[in-house]
């Protein structure tokens, strides 16, 4: 099934937004290993974000992170958003794998599509979390290796981790878990090892930016304190934001009188800190 791109150039803020939808990074599988991209328009090559939605590798959608993406292009980055295989089909490695191809298919039409194929960062939130960090310190190794057109590619050059498990060994209880790794850890120990990027940590490591709510009953925030502690064990750059009070889905409202249905990466003081650290790690636009 070969997907029909759509344009259009929307208005965010006084910035202009041009809109790409529905880019086929991998045919074989119809709409979930599609993308949407929101670009500045610009004349210059921009550095870019790719983000990869949440919903326990069961559900979702990359239109969940179009209001993410839309500020990012208002704020000067391209942005990326993309679908990959759920359910049995996204069993890992395969939601893994896509999320490289998606990567890979970015860089490899990077000149067609305005972007610096050197300054690329990933960025997901709760399932998405943790298919980013795999992506940034296992993108190059065999086991994450795509068999798509687009092929294998280096690791991304930053991450960002928001609410995300980290070693799932810790929550081999979770249906969801043992659903994308097809068992618990007595029957598929590899596959709980390969898929916990806490536990895949080398040297030379892409910086990562790790954001959780201390409040988070889903996933604990020590996933992103030990996750922070790994990366720098390794001598790695990591940055850690604590968003006090903050939960999985459940978030204080900005005045904090109330909690609101969103993201923890969706708080005031992330997004501050989310810029500060693309700013300083693919470079600002």
């Known amino acids: ?37 929101y670009s500045p328009v610009s004349s210059r090559v921009a550095p870019a974000v790719m983000l990869i939605h949440g919903g326990s590798w069961r559900t979702g959608f990359k239109e969940q992170f179009e209001d993410v993406a839309q500020r990012l292009a208002g704020a000067g980055y391209a942005a ?21 191809c998606a990567l890979s298919y970015v860089r490899e039409h990077s000149s067609q599509l305005a972007i610096d194929s050197a300054r690329i960062a990933v960025m997901g939130y709760s399932s998405g979390a943790q298919l980013a960090a ?43 878990v043992r659903d994308f790794l097809g068992g618990d850890p007595s029957h598929v120990p590899d596959a709980y090892q390969l898929a916990s990027p806490m536990l895949r940590v080398g040297a030379s490591e892409p910086p990562f930016l790790l954001i959780h709510g201390t409040a988070d009953v889903f996933v604990d925030a020590d996933q992103s304190v030990r996750m922070q502690t790994a990366l720098r064990d390794q001598g790695n750059e990591a940055r ?16 904090g009188t109330e909690l609101v249905i969103d993201i923890a990466s969706d708080a005031p003081e992330a997004w ?14």
């Open 1 to 37: 099934m070969v997907l029909r791109a759509l344009s259009l150039v929307v208005i965010v803020g006084c910035s202009s937004v041009h809109e790409t939808s529905d880019l086929a990074y991998d045919e074989r599988f119809g709409e979930r290993t599609s993308l949407d991209i």
């Open 80 to 100: 990326i958003t993309i679908n990959h295989r759920l359910g049995p089909a996204g069993a890992f490695p395969n939601a893994a794998q896509d999320c490289v």
């Open 134 to 176: 795999l992506v940034g310190v296992a993108a190059e190794h065999p086991d994450l290796a795509p068999d798509c057109a687009a092929g294998a590619t280096g690791v991304p050059a930053a991450v960002i981790s928001a609410a995300g498990m980290q070693d799932l060994h810790d929550f081999a209880d979770y249906e969801t």
């Open 240 to 255: 850690l934001l604590l968003l006090r009070g903050g939960g999985h889905l459940f978030n204080p409202s900005g005045d």
């Open 272 to 285: 501050l800190a989310i810029i500060d650290f693309l700013d300083h790690t693919i470079g600002p636009p």
